[in-house]
């Protein structure tokens, strides 16, 4: 049995359990809606005229119809959509028909019923990809790689946050190569743990992915990378890994394209749908701030009181304007409520936090 939901401008039907599981009959996750609509917004902001498009892993087709009904005609050539569960196909096809969008016989539109690896090493290649899995997106790495074209964007999301972030070490290492750190930063340290698996999958292939826009929210991350052709690009994407306070390697380079980030926020400023959303605007600006600040990791103001025995905690805004009296940048960071994102040394930083705001 199923019901009808709204998001974005797709009318789509998903299962009628009210539990969001792997079990569920066709997966649709309503807390995955943000993550669609920064997707929309970003292709509408930086993708191409004429993409071809793959959605491999589709589930209710939800994400594809929303590209199909929220961007412009002429950004998409085709788009591709696929999922390897028969029940998710007929859904597809069902809410397709039922956003009134005409599969069958369209060139723009393919619809497929495949493991997700053998739909993308079939294709021709594709200037967008969204591999968006349960768990880690290992699995489609290799093949997403190889498909991606010259400047195309390939999206990736990893919802094995206890891997990434420390809580599974073991795991991380087996499946990231890399050895988290289960502290104050471990949401940014896992993201560029992410970032720098994905970058080492498109490496082999002389394929220099730069991240363009990332983020982790909740228990997923989520990184779009553009791919910037040839053998030394890859090689100057392979010098920026390191490690960082005993955790890594991680992707020690930017985390997002600043003039991305603007763009992506003046566009849903300006949208009647997306400005209404108060935590996605709100999550937008940060990110927007936090893309011109040139800083690995941030600073979590709770853990630097209890490590540095300072008892009475300054507002993070007083906080923030001290330090940019000082000289150097501040904002917030969406990764923690309580943390800020600045070039600072920490001494500094320790020192304007111990002025006794009573003084
Ligand atoms: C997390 S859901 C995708 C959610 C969807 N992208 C969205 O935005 O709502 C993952 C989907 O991938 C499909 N899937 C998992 N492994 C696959 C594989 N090897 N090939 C194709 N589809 C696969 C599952 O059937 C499931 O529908």
Redesign the pocket.
């Known amino acids: 049995m199923n019901r009808q939901i709204i998001e974005g401008s797709a009318k789509i039907e998903i299962p009628k359990e009210e539990k969001v599981s792997?079990s569920m009959g066709?997966?649709?996750?309503p807390a995955?809606s943000l993550?669609?609509d920064i997707s929309v917004l970003l292709l509408d902001s930086a993708g191409r005229s004429g993409m071809q498009m793959a959605?491999?892993?589709?589930?209710?087709g939800?994400?594809s119809i929303r590209f199909l009904k929220e961007l412009s005609a002429s950004k998409i050539k085709r788009i591709c959509i696929?999922?390897?569960?028969k029940n998710?196909v007929k859904l597809i096809k069902e809410n397709f028909a039922l956003n009134n969008i005409q599969y069958k016989n369209n060139p723009k539109i393919v619809i497929q019923n495949?493991?997700?690896?053998i739909?993308l090493l079939n294709s021709t290649g594709f200037d967008y990809i969204?591999i968006?899995?349960?768990g880690t997106p290992n699995?489609?790495l290799d093949a997403a790689c190889k498909r991606l074209a010259r400047n195309g964007i390939l999206a990736v999301?990893a919802?094995d946050t206890s891997a990434l972030c420390g809580t599974a070490p073991k795991a991380c290492l087996r499946k990231y190569w890399a050895i988290p750190k289960k502290d104050a930063i471990m949401h940014e340290t896992g993201l560029r743990i992410l970032v720098r698996k994905v970058q080492l999958a498109g490496a082999q292939y002389d394929k220099a992915l730069f991240p363009i826009f990332s983020y982790s929210k909740e228990h997923y991350m989520r990184v779009f990378f553009r791919n910037d052709k040839g053998k030394s690009k890859s090689d100057s994407v392979l010098k920026q890994h390191g490690m960082l306070n005993g955790a890594g390697p991680i992707w020690l380079g930017g985390l997002w394209d600043k003039n991305l980030a603007d763009a992506m926020y003046c566009k849903a400023l300006k949208s009647s749908y997306f400005s209404k959303n108060k935590g996605l605007m709100k999550f937008l600006k940060t990110i927007k701030e936090e893309s011109r600040i040139n800083a690995v990791g941030f600073y979590d103001l709770h853990d630097i009181c209890s490590k540095n025995n300072i008892k009475s905690l300054l507002k993070r805004e007083e906080i923030m304007e001290k330090i940019m009296k000082s000289g150097y940048k501040a904002c917030e960071t969406h990764f923690s409520g309580h943390s800020l994102r600045s070039g600072i040394p920490y001494p500094k930083l320790v020192g304007i936090m111990k002025i006794n705001k009573f003084l």
Do not use: E, I, K, S
Request: aromatic share 18%.
């Open positions: 792997r066709v997966f649709y996750n995955m993550n669609r959605d491999p892993l589709a589930a209710t939800v994400r696929n999922d390897y569960d998710a495949q493991d997700a690896n739909f969204d968006d899995p349960f699995p489609f999301t919802t």
